[in-house]
Nanobody
């Protein structure tokens, strides 16, 4: 079983930055893929970025602004979000896919005023 917990959301003005962090209860070396998703009001949940041992991927709308990274010593996966836009406003969820199954965090709110 793997659990993940997010932190770092908040309110920021357009053009600002936020850093989200996801902490796993197992070594992330044992987790195949970790991702950040987001869900805005009235919209479907969408994949924002993902990271494995060999690659990273981003949805087109955040390329060049968001960076996903992982710290294997701390068992964390971070999402650095720069040049935030009002359309980035959403609840952001951490997701882990591992040999033990799929795990979701409880979500953290990101609000961008503009």
């Amino acid at each position: 079983q793997v659990s993940v917990v997010e932190s770092g959301g908040g309110l920021v003005q357009a053009g600002g930055s936020l850093r989200l962090s996801c902490t796993a209860t197992r070594s992330i070396l044992s987790i195949n893929l970790m991702s950040w998703y987001r869900q805005a009001p009235g919209k479907q949940r969408e994949l924002v970025a993902s990271i494995s041992s060999t690659s990273t991927n981003y949805v087109d709308s955040v390329k060049g602004r968001f960076t996903i990274s992982r710290d294997t010593a701390e068992n964390t996966v971070d999402l650095q979000m720069n040049n935030l836009k009002p359309e980035d406003t959403a609840v952001y969820y951490c997701h882990a896919m591992s040999p033990w199954g799929i795990s979701w965090g409880q979500g953290t709110q990101v609000t961008v005023s503009g």
